[in-house]
Each structure stands twice: as C-alpha cells, then as structure tokens.
Nanobody, 124 residues
Framework: QVLLVESGGGLVQAGGSLRLSCAASGSPISRYDMGWFRQAPGKEREFVAGISWNGRSVSSADSVKGRFTISKDNAKNTVYLQMNSLKPEDTADYYC?????????????????WGQGTQVTVSS
C-alpha cells in the first residue's frame, strides 16, 4: 500500500512553467508503475504521462508531447511532472497514480492508488 500526495500546482501565465511533485509514503515507488492524470471542469479524466518502476519506459499523451516531462527520484520517493509552454487548455486538477509494477505506465493500465490532486490554472 502506498499513499500519494501531490503538490506544486498554482496559477501561471500562458507560456510559463510549473513542476508538480508526487510524494509517496508507505512503500517505495520502485514497486510501482506511476502515472499523471488530469481532469478539467466538465471534462473526463485523461492520461497525461507515465513512467515505469525502473524508469526505462515513459509515456505521454499527444496533447503534451514536447512540453511535459515525467521523471522520478527513488531516493526521495517522489515522481515529478515538469510542465513547460503551458496553455490555457492545460488548466485542470492533476492527479498522481500508482499501479503494480509491470514495466508499462500508459493510459491503458488500471491504477489502484491515487492522490488527492493539485490544481493548475493557466491564464491567457
């Protein structure tokens, strides 16, 4: 079992950057494939990016390719989402999630553990 807590959200102008953090406790993140999801007001939750337990495999949605980068630091037991060139359509609540390690962290996986979310607002 693992507890996930997101942080780093806030208000930023279009074209700016934010770095989200997902701090895990109770279990090492090396036991899990990890993902970031987001949900905008009135919209369905969507997969943003994922990273495998060993960091060898990464995945991202087409809408954020070239702008967002997922990474992790096992020593800090933390997963990150670096968001650059932010657009107003990136405005959403962002969630960190974890699932049993298989070496794949894409949107097709069923994620068992979820954080509470952190809000990102991008102004035009």
């Amino acid at each position: 079992q693992v507890l996930l807590v997101e942080s780093g959200g806030g208000l930023v102008q279009a074209g700016g950057s934010l770095r989200l953090s997902c701090a895990a406790s109770g279990s090492p993140i090396s036991r899990y494939d990890m993902g970031w999801f987001r949900q905008a007001p009135g919209k369905e939750r969507e997969f943003v990016a994922g990273i495998s337990w060993n960091g060898r495999s990464v995945s991202s949605a087409d809408s954020v390719k070239g702008r967002f980068t997922i990474s992790k630091d096992n020593a800090k037991n933390t997963v990150y989402l670096q968001m650059n060139s932010l657009k107003p359509e990136d405005t959403a609540d962002y969630y960190c999630a974890a699932t049993q390690a298989m070496g794949v962290a894409d949107g097709r996986r069923r994620y068992e553990y979820w954080g509470q979310g952190t809000q990102v607002t991008v102004s035009s």
